[in-house]
């Protein structure tokens, strides 16, 4: 509310109102009041775009996000332009379709794992959704690690595994089982991401394997 000065009974000037929607302006005098018509207030243009929290997405799996056109006042703009979206190491589409009535829902695609964000961009108009957290996919691949291992009788090596989703991304192993064959040595566990075997007094050639449908 403020105060405002009559002439002669009249009182002319300009007003702002940055809450759009119907309202209406009352005069207050001590005990007397009068009231305009209602009207409808207009959001102002764009300024700046915000998005929905988005949870935990699965690497390279379509997933729906919310993004919310505004005004300088805090209103929902009626923006019905597009708006360029960007993520640091890229987003499928790279260009919405038209908001309507300021928002924007549709579904975006990430093809890498890690912390990351999306920003909307409209000419200088822009918004920068809440990080969030892009997982791998299931386990497809495991890779043992030497490969190959030449080594004497009796003397030891180190094995480490790893898991991988079909687009390689690596993903912690949990569980498995290893095993060896034929019976040219033993292992110093059956469970877990590393292993060590140790030759046994023969000489001979066999096969190390990890079998597991665990990961985290």
Request: charged residues 10%.
């Amino acid at each position: 509310s403020s105060f405002i000065l009559f002439t002669n009974g009249i009182w002319q000037g300009t007003v702002t109102i940055t809450k759009s929607g119907t309202t209406a302006i009352t005069v207050t005098y001590q005990n007397k009041a009068g009231t305009s018509n209602g009207f409808y207030v207009s959001p102002a243009q764009l300024d700046y775009f915000t998005f929905a929290t988005i949870t935990t997405q699965i690497v390279a799996k379509p997933f729906q996000i919310t993004i919310t056109a505004y005004d300088g006042y805090g209103n929902i703009a009626d923006y019905t332009g597009k708006a360029e979206l960007n993520s640091p190491k890229g987003i499928y589409p790279q260009t919405t379709t038209p908001f309507l009535d300021g928002i924007w829902k549709g579904t975006v695609t990430i093809g890498y794992v890690g912390t990351t964000t999306i920003t909307a961009n409209a000419g200088t108009k822009t918004g920068t959704s809440p990080a969030f957290v892009v997982v791998p996919s299931e386990l497809l691949n495991i890779v043992i690690s030497p490969s190959m291992a030449t080594i004497t009788v009796d003397a030891m090596v180190e094995f480490t595994a790893y898991g991988y989703d079909a687009l390689w991304n690596e993903i912690k192993l949990v569980g498995g089982r290893w095993a060896v064959t034929p019976n040219i040595g033993t292992l110093a566990k059956l469970e877990g991401p590393t292993n060590t075997f140790i030759a046994g007094t023969k000489a001979g050639s066999g096969l190390i394997t990890l079998a597991t449908n665990s990961s985290s």
